[in-house]
C-alpha cells in the first residue's frame, strides 16, 4: 500500500521558515512528477492549490506565482523523500500542506494542478502569525 507522511509543519512568525517533509513507502513503481499541495481554511478539496512540483526523474521543478522565489522544492531519491523549504513565510501561506505524486506521464502543464495527482498524503498544518 502506498504511503505519503507529511511532517515539518507548525506555528511560525511571519518572516521566519519552516521545512517539510515527506516520506513515500510501499510504491515500487516509477513516479513522473511529485509535488506539494496547499488547502486554505474553508476552502474545499477541489481548491487545492499548487505549490511547487518537481520531476522525479531530473528535477525540473515548477512553483506557484505566489511562491515568488521563497520556497524551494527538492528531493532526496535514495531516502524516498520530498522537500519544501519555506521561507520569508507569510500569514496567507497558512494552510494544511499536502505531498502528491503521480504515477503515469503528465504534462508539465498539469504538474500543479492536484487532479493530475492520483497518490496524497493526510497533510501537515503551516500556520503563519502577523
Known amino acids: 500500500q502506498v504511503q505519503l507522511v507529511e511532517s515539518g509543519g507548525g506555528l511560525v512568525q511571519a518572516g521566519g521558515s519552516l521545512r517539510l517533509s515527506c516520506v513515500v513507502s510501499g510504491y515500487t513503481g516509477d513516479t513522473y512528477w511529485m509535488a506539494w499541495f496547499r488547502q486554505a481554511p474553508g476552502k474545499e478539496r477541489e481548491g487545492r492549490e499548487g505549490v511547487a512540483a518537481i520531476y522525479t526523474d531530473g528535477g525540473r521543478t515548477y512553483y506557484g506565482n505566489f511562491v515568488k522565489g521563497r520556497f524551494t522544492i527538492s528531493q532526496d531519491n535514495g531516502k524516498n523523500t520530498l522537500y519544501l523549504q519555506m521561507n520569508s513565510l507569510k500569514p496567507e501561506d497558512t494552510a494544511m500542506y499536502y505531498c502528491?505524486?503521480?504515477?503515469?506521464?503528465?504534462?508539465?502543464?498539469?504538474?500543479?494542478?492536484?487532479?493530475?495527482?492520483?497518490?496524497w498524503g493526510q497533510g501537515t498544518q503551516v500556520t503563519v502569525s502577523s
Open positions: 502528491a505524486a503521480v504515477s503515469r506521464r503528465v504534462s508539465w502543464i498539469s504538474a500543479l494542478r492536484a487532479d493530475s495527482y492520483n497518490y
